[in-house]
């Protein structure tokens, strides 16, 4: 498989990265220290076409490619995982899903102002007792007339202290099953919608997450996307690219977890020389490098095999597993690699720690992507 990239692949890459480096870098540890959203970068970054690098062009979008948008995911994330999975959750789960099931009408009026970052979008599947068992969906939408009222709670919403638009995940049937599911565009502007209060994260500090509580919530039903039944399956179709982003993020805090701790391993003395000139820092450096790269090749096949229009579920699944255990694996040799100040928020490596372990976690945890592939191992 060739990876060689393309004049535009390149050109996204480096966009991102000089904005990451400019707008992002100063005031990435200040985010992380006091949780606050980012909204003046975030809005830049709609500017660029970065919260809507793989949205058509007919809708306010870049057009780029899954490649392009990994790149991209891994430069952001390399400097602020936060502004990674705003990024992420964007692209890859609200103007993605919108545009591969949603009408003309829903295209034009809500994925035009999210790809072009007007707007800003949230994706709720998750309740309080349903995380992985995405099925058993409590949040209720009855049918009244040419509107669905909607009573019932989510949770663990990305984004969603501050989305002007959520896809949105309920069952028509609490008693049933997954073929009862349907999703709908939520607008946060209408009654009966009410925002819970902001979560203290362990990482990801300024990517504001939250509840959401719908009491006779009214919207219309051109408002749901695709059929009524078909939620469940429209969810994990969205997931696969979700988790193309999600291993883009975990790779883009792995590499700069690794470049930290070579740069420290080459100046930082011990016993009269560099510890880099020791072997028990030699071979975690090693071990870092290998399984960066080999996330990294996983990644890519991803993209590339959804660029191709194939199925790449498990690829998805793969890259997602792979990369974020490596983002955790190397973290931690950071870390150990930094010593003292490794453990201080001094220095950047901390933070690299703590928002890599969410990445075992969202959009399907370790677990999870463990069942999605040996499923398609084993069959079944």
């Known amino acids: 498989m060739d990876f060689e990239f393309s004049d ?22 200040a985010i992380d220290e ?9 809005k830049k970054m709609g500017e660029l076409g970065l919260l809507g690098l793989t949205a058509s062009p007919d809708y306010g979008g870049f057009g780029g490619d899954m490649v392009s948008y990994v790149l991209a995911m891994e430069e952001i994330s390399k400097v602020c995982a936060s502004h990674g999975v705003i990024m992420s959750v964007q692209n890859s789960l609200v ?43 409590k949040t209720v939408a009855v049918r009244d007339g040419d509107d669905y009222v909607i009573n019932g709670r989510k949770s663990w919403v990305t984004s969603g202290p501050v989305a002007d638009y959520i896809v949105t995940f ?37 990517s504001a997450t939250c509840e959401l509580y719908f009491e006779d919530y009214r919207i219309p039903v051109t408002n749901r996307l695709g059929d009524e039944g078909g939620g469940f399956k429209f969810a994990m179709s969205i997931l696969d690219k979700g988790r193309i982003g999600i291993a883009s993020q975990a790779l883009g805090i792995a590499q700069a977890a690794y470049e930290a701790s070579v740069a420290y391993a080459r100046e930082r003395t ?11 820092i030699q071979f975690m450096i090693a071990d870092m490098a290998l399984k ?11 993209a590339v095999k959804a660029d191709r229009g194939e199925r790449f579920t498990t690829e998805a699944s793969m890259a997602k597993l792979y990369a974020s255990e490596t983002a955790n694996f190397v973290t931690d040799k950071a870390v150990q690699v930094h010593g003292g100040m490794g453990y201080s928020k001094e220095h950047p490596v901390e933070r690299y720690f703590r928002d890599a372990r969410i990445t075992e976690i969202y959009e399907g945890t370790s677990e999870i992507q463990r069942m999605v592939i040996s499923r398609a191992v084993l069959g079944g």
């Open 292 to 302: 960066i790269e080999a996330a990294r090749l996983l990644t890519l096949r991803a």
């Open 170 to 206: 309920v069952t028509m049937n609490p008693q049933g099953d997954h073929r009862d599911t349907m999703a709908v565009v939520v607008e946060a502007d209408r009654p009966g919608f009410e925002r819970g209060k902001k979560e203290p994260k362990l990482g990801i500090r300024a």
């Open 34 to 42: 006091t949780g606050e959203f980012p909204y003046d970068s975030v």
């Open 270 to 280: 011990a016993f009269g020389k560099t510890i880099g000139s020791f072997q028990a």
């Open 8 to 29: 535009e692949q390149r050109m996204v890459r480096d966009l991102a990265r000089d904005f990451a480096a400019g707008e992002i870098a100063p005031i990435a540890a």
């Open 95 to 137: 103007n993605y899903g919108i545009e591969k099931f949603g009408s003309e009408d829903q295209k034009q009026r809500f994925l035009t102002p999210l790809a072009s970052g007007q707007a800003i979008g949230a994706y709720s599947l998750t309740e309080p007792q349903s995380g992985s068992d995405a099925a058993n969906m």
